[in-house]
């Protein structure tokens, strides 16, 4: 069956385990409701709205739908867009973009070929999102290589909204402290600490795409004691309040 070199489709997907994906085309993700989560080569990012996910094809991810989540998606054959520059790149979707997502879900999967106006319309959101790839969004933690690191971001994660310690998550994991410590720095290049606190923003991050839960709350809820540490830590991060980030899904 031929196909088009270039199509559009729009899906919802329930809450549900992290599963395998590859395909064959290059693939540009986009949640339109909801939040994903991405990893690959040892790295998870977040996907909220008004973000894109641009996948090379043939490269294998894992993703996770934490809650409910509608994309949109765009794939590319790997003779009509060129290579991108990463396996894996997560980045903020100007509104040119979006408006070319947008009219490009005209043309999904079909033998019929392309129209000359579908052409320039999916060359063009190739061009800008290529081009918005070459920033990518710095939300993005270390998924770890080794099963003891993996075990100790999992245990990590499992308690962001309560007291974690370090010490207790070694013991755990049967390491020392200071073994774990100098895994951390080896597989992440980040200590324990930081690490924290940027899964702390990850669930930030997927709290404010799951709706409309008060930013104080969410803040409490991910483990901040005070609601100015998590705005200055969120701005840090994101160059937005959490606020802002939340208008922007918009």
Same mark, same amino acid.
């Given at each position: 069956? #031929?196909? /088009? %070199?270039?199509?559009? &489709? #729009? /899906?919802? &997907?329930?809450?549900? %385990?992290?599963? *395998?994906l590859q395909v064959e085309r290059h693939y540009l993700l986009c949640a339109s409701a909801g939040a994903l989560r991405l990893e690959a080569e040892g790295r998870t990012w977040v996907l909220p709205p008004a973000r894109a996910a641009l996948i090379r094809?043939?490269?294998? !991810?894992?993703?996770?739908?934490?809650? %409910?989540?509608t994309t949109a998606s765009v794939l590319f054959d790997t003779g009509f867009a060129p290579v991108p520059p990463s396996s894996l790149t997560v980045f903020d979707l100007s509104p040119l973009a979006r408006g070319l997502v947008a009219e490009c879900g005209q043309?999904?999967?079909?033998?019929?070929?392309?129209?000359?106006?579908?052409?320039?319309? &999916?060359?063009?959101?190739?061009? #800008?999102?290529?081009r918005l790839a070459e920033q990518p969004s710095p939300?993005?933690?270390p998924s770890g290589r080794t099963p003891e690191l993996r075990s100790a971001l999992r245990l990590t994660e499992e308690r962001l909204g309560g007291p974690v310690r370090f010490e207790d998550i070694a013991n755990e994991v049967g390491l020392a402290p200071r073994s774990l410590a100098r895994r951390f720095a080896d597989e992440t290049g980040m200590t324990w600490?930081? #690490? =924290? /606190?940027? =899964?702390?923003l990850l669930r930030? !991050?997927?709290? =404010?795409?799951?709706? *409309?839960?008060p930013v104080t709350r969410i803040a409490f809820a991910v483990g901040y004691s005070s609601l100015s540490a998590f705005n200055a830590a969120f701005l840090e991060l994101t160059g937005r309040t959490p606020t802002d980030y939340r208008a922007s899904f918009t």
């Open positions: 069956m #031929v196909t /088009r %070199p270039a199509y559009s &489709f #729009v /899906r919802s &997907f329930a809450a549900g %385990p992290t599963r *395998d094809a043939g490269r294998p !991810i894992r993703v996770g739908v934490p809650r %409910p989540v043309w999904g999967e079909s033998e019929e070929p392309l129209t000359p106006y579908a052409v320039a319309l &999916f060359t063009a959101l190739a061009a #800008v999102a290529w939300v993005v933690v600490r930081a #690490v =924290l /606190r940027r =899964l702390r930030a !991050i997927e709290e =404010l795409a799951a709706g *409309d839960e």
